[in-house]
């Protein structure tokens, strides 16, 4: 097991809160450590483990929730490329956490600073979480033309969890034709986005908001460049679903 010490220093309190809801330092702290460690049991799942990748992304980094922990697993000579919209979260990582080559993305593809098929694993918690239908099938292409044939994608979504927590949340809140409509639109799409921001996010694209994902749905339009190895539900933070999948080999 590599365990290469690093000082980590933690960010501001408007970085903190955009990717972890919090400005609290601890769950901040925490919530990066727990990511990884479920990111390293997924992969063990398949038999793998951070090391047989020689270039990994985090994508959706932000000020580095995640990426502090996960270049603590790596060796000097694998590549931790972050890459986020969120260029003050990207600049911060890129001045204050040693090891990692971060880059600020675009709101939509591509990402030219990555090479195609140049990539062996990305990771990404809570990105295609957010994503309207558009943004979420451009993101996927783009990440698909990242990887190498046979390269890894784990991915977080909102499932069958949220999706009831959500429902429910809106009749206590009253909103009983708001719940209808949206379970209405799950139940018939397997597919539901609703754009709103926090007061820590305004500075995140335009589309952003929450997205949420049946299985059925994921099935029929996410393998079109990727085969689903593995489901876990409600295994990111005991909340969301986590996918790995598979970059279906490339065609001459």
Same mark, same amino acid.
């Given at each position: 097991m590599i365990n290469i010490q690093y000082i980590d220093p933690m960010p501001p309190e408007s970085l903190r809160g955009r990717v972890s809801g919090s400005v609290d330092e601890d769950w901040f702290d925490k919530s990066g450590r727990l990511t990884v460690g479920e990111w390293s049991k997924a992969l063990a799942s398949q038999g793998m483990m951070f090391q047989d990748f020689h270039t990994i992304i985090d994508f959706g980094c932000g000020c580095g929730r995640a990426i502090r922990y996960?270049?603590?697993?790596? %060796?000097? /000579? #694998? &590549? !931790? $490329?972050? =890459?986020?919209?969120?260029?003050?979260? %990207?600049?911060? =990582?890129a001045k204050n956490v040693s090891g990692v080559t971060a880059h600020a993305l675009d709101d939509l593809p591509p990402a030219q600073q990555v090479a195609s098929g140049s990539v062996d694993l990305i990771l990404s918690h809570s990105v295609f979480t957010h994503l309207p239908e558009d943004v979420q099938f451009a993101w996927l292409s783009e990440l698909a033309r990242m990887l190498k044939s046979g390269g890894l994608l784990i991915a977080s979504?909102?499932?069958?969890?949220? @999706?009831?927590?959500?429902?429910?949340? =809106? @009749?206590?809140?009253? +909103? *009983?034709?708001?719940?209808?409509?949206?379970?209405?639109? $799950?139940?018939?799409?397997?597919?539901?986005?609703?754009?709103?921001? *926090?007061?820590?996010?305004?500075?995140l694209p335009?589309?952003?908001?929450? /997205?949420?994902?049946? +299985?059925?749905?994921? !099935?029929?339009?996410?393998?079109?460049?990727?085969?689903?190895?593995?489901?876990?539900? %409600?295994?990111?933070? *005991?909340? #969301?679903?986590? !996918? $790995?999948?598979? &970059?279906?080999?490339? %065609? @001459?």
């Open positions: 996960l270049r603590k697993q790596i %060796t000097p /000579a #694998q &590549r !931790l $490329i972050g =890459l986020d919209p969120d260029k003050e979260a %990207t600049d911060w =990582l979504i909102h499932g069958a969890k949220v @999706i009831d927590d959500y429902a429910r949340s =809106l @009749i206590e809140l009253g +909103m *009983n034709d708001a719940s209808a409509h949206f379970s209405a639109e $799950i139940k018939a799409r397997g597919f539901f986005h609703v754009v709103g921001k *926090n007061a820590f996010e305004e500075a335009s589309y952003y908001g929450a /997205a949420f994902h049946e +299985m059925p749905y994921v !099935l029929e339009h996410w393998t079109k460049d990727f085969e689903i190895k593995a489901w876990f539900p %409600t295994f990111a933070l *005991n909340h #969301q679903d986590v !996918l $790995i999948l598979c &970059r279906r080999s490339l %065609t @001459i």
